[in-house]
């Protein structure tokens, strides 16, 4: 069974920069979260779906990042304008749906803002 | 503020012995328990689960959860240097399904 899939694995750009990050859950899993990980540091929660819906976005900075999961399975996380601070590996995971369930991480992709 | 915390370590355990991860958390309606290891550049790989009080054993690996005391922990029997990695926690609570990492532990197997 194939796991969770990111594209691409590592990004480079310039700040102010717009920058994307796709994501494919493992098939029949519902629920799709994007994390942000520093360097020394657990990963911190972005938004969580349940199928197309954005049922904790919470954390997002809206300001500058937007995410979407059209037909409730591939998903995208934007951000534009891309600042210095957002260089981190941002990391995609999937579960069964609803809340306790277990996570399976994508290999996430590294972002580097110049 | 929901916290999840852990010694970050490193821990320096020699090959063939129990290596022994600790973690507290603060929200007492916490339900799910997680373990998670992840090598350097790498990204977190599950291990362990565990969603009721008492010990719950996986080949090596055994978790240990008490609520009233709120920590868990995670005992890995005869160390081994591919055990050498980060071990993140992470708890989910029962009040909002939000899920909390700590910071994780450097574990170093010593050959």
């Known amino acids: 069974e194939a796991g969770v899939v990111q594209s691409p694995r590592y990004k480079i750009i310039e700040k102010k920069q717009p920058v994307a990050f796709w994501c494919n859950p493992i098939?029949?899993?519902?629920?799709l979260y994007w994390y942000l990980q520093n360097l020394g540091q657990g990963p911190e929660l972005l938004i969580r779906?349940?199928?197309?819906?954005?049922?904790?976005d919470s954390q997002l900075p809206k300001d500058r990042f937007s995410a979407e999961r059209l037909k409730g399975v591939d998903s995208t996380l934007k951000i534009q304008p891309a600042e210095l601070g957002d260089s981190a590996v941002y990391l995609c995971?999937?579960?069964?749906?609803?809340?306790?369930?277990?996570?399976?991480f994508g290999p996430g992709t590294r972002l580097t803002v110049l | 503020q929901k916290e999840v915390e852990q010694n970050s370590g490193p821990l320096s355990v020699p090959e063939g012995a129990i290596a022994s991860l600790n973690c507290t958390y603060s929200?007492?309606?916490?339900?799910?328990f997680f373990w998670y290891r992840q090598y350097s550049g790498k990204s977190p790989e599950l291990i362990m689960s565990?969603?009721?009080?008492g010990d719950k054993e996986d080949g090596r690996f055994t978790a240990q959860l008490n609520k009233a005391s709120q920590y868990v922990s995670l005992l890995i029997r005869d160390s081994q240097p591919s055990d050498s990695a980060t071990y993140l926690c992470?708890?989910?609570?029962?009040?909002?399904?939000?899920?909390?990492f700590g910071k994780g532990t450097r574990l170093h197997i010593l050959p």
């Open positions: 098939s029949g899993h519902n629920t």
């Open positions: 995971a999937s579960s069964l749906a609803g809340g306790g369930n277990e996570q399976f």
């Open positions: 992470a708890v989910i609570s029962n009040r909002d399904d939000k899920i909390i």
């Open positions: 929200d007492r309606v916490s339900q799910s």
């Open positions: 779906y349940e199928n197309e819906e954005a049922v904790d």
């Open positions: 565990i969603y009721s009080n």
